[in-house]
């Protein structure tokens, strides 16, 4: 009997699909502080598969202002042939500015070339004091708010030529962002939920590249996107009985609205229990109708809602844990399968927290017991996290 292996994906990272963006919609009703943007792009035709739980890998482009703006600085056209690292031949640097280099993050070997092309004593006196033994932390800090732009305008005694500008550079890396749809339900498309990053520092705008890119400057339906698949681990029990719980605040409920139509779709019996929290009820429940139609056709056992700001004291989900710690103990007993997408810093960690103190009030653990249970319950692939 003839086996036949699994077909594999046309497009990689190294051979990107060029796809259009069909939909860029913001999520946040009008009041909100937030933007976030329900994006789809179109990969119909393509032979390009997914499967829930994984990611999309998109390359993008650097702000062309900011990219106009070095080229200034360093007194080019943008014209002259650079060579970047594993480029085969070499590139105009207003090409390698745009869409192969980061021009964010500049480390302590750019203030060392610096100090030595500067002729300027006031300039030098800074870069000594920034480069002295000790002083790693007063550098990072001072780093920590810059990027490339802001050194070559204040320090502009060092004159540095366009490859020497380069060599201090690394690659443009593509971002990662989790589906937030099942091809079951959305064939040819793949949706993701997207915050654009905008802040400010050290005096000057500051524009998450890729979330901006994608938010801002693509032309709906024109603009050719290079995106692939990025598989995960981060996945749906295969035995469609078992309960899941889903805790995703933010841009975080992403992957967990493919689960659910991913459970939807294939008839799953297992109970579905959601977590979501943000800022404000009225303008931050991201896509709330959904969440709210899914619950009334009885799809969703439970949504536990946690908005930080709707209350005088602040609500996590992780609080909303805490106040079902008996049932959602009786769950993981049960066989639950526990998830968790979102920010690696504070979220995830407070929610593993929670879990911890969950198997201690409930199962009656002491500390190091609650621990052995959730390292067992990741080696089972019952406890799943997709942070960043």
Request: glycine content about 8%.
């Amino acid at each position: 009997m003839h086996l036949s292996t699994p077909p594999t994906n046309p497009y990689t990272k190294d051979n990107p699909l060029p796809a259009k963006l069909l939909e860029n919609r913001v999520l946040n009703k009008d009041g909100s502080s937030k933007d976030t943007r329900h994006l789809v792009v179109d990969i119909a035709g393509s032979g390009l598969t997914y499967k829930v739980g994984d990611s999309l890998g998109v390359y993008c482009c650097n702000r062309p202002q900011v990219v106009e703006e070095i080229i200034e600085l360093l007194g080019a056209t943008g014209n002259e042939p650079v060579t970047v690292a594993r480029v085969p031949s070499p590139v105009s640097l207003r090409d390698a500015l745009t869409s192969k280099l980061s021009i964010a993050g500049p480390t302590k070997k750019i203030l060392e070339t610096l100090l030595a092309k500067t002729a300027n004593p006031a300039e030098k006196v800074r870069l000594e004091a920034l480069l002295a033994p000790g002083a790693e932390e007063l550098r990072e800090t001072f780093l920590g708010q810059r990027e490339f732009i802001d050194l070559l305008e204040e320090f502009p005694g060092a004159r540095l030529s366009p490859q020497e500008f380069v060599d201090h550079t690394r690659r443009l890396m593509p971002r990662l962002y989790s589906i937030a749809s099942s091809p079951k339900l959305y064939p040819g498309q793949v949706h993701l939920t997207v915050a654009p990053v905008r802040y400010e520092s050290n005096g000057r705008r500051r524009y998450g590249v890729c979330s901006t890119y994608l938010a801002d400057r693509v032309t709906r339906r024109k603009t050719l996107i290079p995106v692939f698949v990025a598989e995960s681990h981060f996945g749906l029990p295969e035995d469609g009985t078992k309960d899941v719980i889903m805790v995703g605040p933010g841009t975080g409920v992403a992957p967990f609205r493919a689960f659910v139509q991913e459970r939807v779709a294939t008839g799953a019996t297992g109970r579905n229990w959601l977590f979501f929290g943000d800022q404000h009820q009225a303008t931050d429940y991201l896509y709330g109708d959904e969440w709210t139609r899914l619950l009334a056709e009885g799809k969703m056992a439970r949504v536990d809602l946690a908005f930080s700001r709707d209350q005088a004291q602040k609500v996590y989900v992780q609080d909303r844990m805490r106040e079902n710690a008996a049932e959602l103990w009786r769950w993981l007993e049960g066989g639950a399968y526990f998830y968790v997408c979102g920010d690696a810093h504070r979220m995830a960690k407070d929610v593993d927290a929670a879990l911890q103190q969950i198997a201690m009030s409930q199962g009656g653990l002491d500390a190091a017991q609650a621990v052995e249970y959730l390292k067992k319950l990741k080696k089972e692939k019952r406890y799943q996290r997709d942070v960043y």
